[in-house]
């Protein structure tokens, strides 16, 4: 009653190529765009300065007057201003595209 060898399944040698593709897979398909969308949204907080035209993460468009280390002042009308943290800005807008709005 002999076994094959193949019978045992893939070994130790095996097993860690799978490892070690499965965490090649993870490193490419999630970590790294993650991040890298994470330093770019640093990058863009970094360089938000007045006179900036941006859009929030809620949908919200205005003119920065004023920035803080936290906080930004956003001009969304005329004579209304609304104060919202940096980290709710999701881009940063051509300039002069609020007045094409």
Do not use: C
Request: charged share 20%; net charge neutral; hydrophobic share 50%.
């Amino acid at each position: 009653m002999a076994q094959d060898a193949s019978g045992q399944g893939m070994g130790v040698i095996g097993q860690i190529i799978f490892f070690a593709g499965f965490i090649l897979i993870f490193y490419l398909l999630i970590w790294r765009p993650q991040s890298k969308r994470a330093k770019e949204h640093k990058a863009l907080m970094a360089g938000l300065n007045k006179g900036d035209e941006v859009v929030t993460s809620g949908g919200v468009a205005g003119k920065i007057t004023k920035v803080t280390d936290d906080f930004i002042v956003l001009e969304v009308a005329d004579n209304v201003e609304m104060t919202v943290q940096k980290v709710a800005v999701a881009s940063a807008l051509p300039k002069g595209t609020l007045k094409d709005i």
